[in-house]
């Protein structure tokens, strides 16, 4: 057909993430609770009056002034997409491309460099030390070498679960000449954030997702908190009316339920440490996590084997295990009790 794409597409990709008909699925990272019943309610109400023959808000402003008024900031400081990977796509449209740089540090969220490599910018890469900590020399290396225009970095960190100290995020933001976008998409999970650092002087950004803590997987929904005039470029490269009305609608109805929202972080932490506890006790090796899953490396059987004895058993956990940085490991999200006795009853059986 005479149809060509791009060079430097050749070696890329698709990013993927296997869906099985399991009982208990702990592999995406999702919440395991619904949203409350009285937000279901009242989105069901508010869709019946939009008037879906015309468009939506395009600037989406209802929604982030909500968001604003959560974090303490102007709507002109929030800037809502559909997931938090258009929000990556459009820092990369507007900061990165060609003959741009943006640094990672790996093993790290595997789109951060996916995607910048769509938009043809150029990725360096940083190391992670053994226990997968970031140590702020090699911050400093990495982005002195590198100037690069956009530096990311995943706090809690995916596929770790490692949250960043203040120290490194300080020394990333010192040194890196470009943006720092620090991905928060479990930062509910974690007892500090990077939005603590944010100040009008600093080039910072923060992103955040209603998908786990919210339980809006289904809906799409993130936003990111940063300086005005970097929330203004980034709306240059979003496409017209980006947010459906639904989508405004139920974002900005979930903001209502926040002590609902806390409780269920709340739970999901406890649970996280049971899950901990329990695993020091099987032969596996594990880190600590500050996001709403636990990375672990099986030690008396092989990562695939125990992948597939696990799924044998109804429970789907993600392989990571040709992942580089984290080769050998498993993930599993934190579930409800009930989904994480039936996990660590099924490891237990799949590691004898």
Request: glycine fraction near 8%; charge should be negative.
């Amino acid at each position: 057909m005479g149809l060509r794409e791009r060079d430097d597409l050749a070696d890329l990709d698709g990013y993927h993430s296997a869906q099985v008909d399991v009982d208990v699925r702990l592999n995406t990272n999702e919440s395991p609770y619904p949203p409350p019943g009285s937000w279901r309610e009242a989105l069901l109400e508010e869709l019946a009056r939009v008037p879906f023959h015309r468009y939506p808000d395009r600037d989406a402003l209802a929604l982030r002034s909500a968001i604003g008024e959560l974090h303490g900031v102007g709507p002109e400081q929030v800037l809502a997409a559909n997931g938090s990977n258009e929000i990556l796509q459009c820092v990369c449209l507007a900061y990165g491309g060609r003959d741009r740089t943006a640094v990672v540090f790996e093993p790290t969220y595997r789109l951060h460099s996916h995607i910048a490599r769509i938009t043809g910018t150029t990725v360096v890469s940083g190391s992670r030390k053994p226990d997968f900590t970031v140590d702020v020399t090699e911050v400093r290396r990495v982005v002195g070498e590198a100037q690069p225009e956009i530096a990311f970095m995943c706090s809690p960190n995916n596929p770790t679960g490692r949250l960043e100290p203040p120290d490194v995020l300080e020394a990333l933001i010192d040194v890196a000449p470009g943006l720092v976008v620090v991905d928060e998409a479990y930062g509910q999970f974690a007892p500090h954030s990077a939005l603590e650092l944010m100040a009008a002087d600093q080039t910072l950004v923060v992103v955040r997702t209603f998908s786990k803590t919210w339980s809006m997987a289904a809906a799409r929904l993130a936003y990111l908190l940063g300086p005005a005039a970097v929330v203004q470029t980034l709306e240059k490269v979003l496409l017209p009316y980006h947010l459906d009305a639904m989508k405004q609608a139920a974002g900005r109805l979930a903001l209502r339920f926040g002590a609902e929202m806390e409780a269920r972080v709340a739970q999901i932490v406890e649970e996280r440490g049971r899950l901990a506890a329990a695993l020091a006790e099987l032969p596996v090796e594990t880190w600590p996590s500050g996001a709403n899953f636990i990375l672990f490396r099986p030690q008396a059987r092989a990562g695939d084997d125990v992948w597939q004895a696990l799924l044998d058993r109804s429970v789907l956990v993600r392989n990571c295990v040709d992942w580089p940085g984290v080769e050998g490991c498993l993930r599993v999200t934190v579930g409800t009790p009930a989904e994480n006795d039936a996990f660590l009853a099924a490891l237990t059986g799949a590691l004898a």
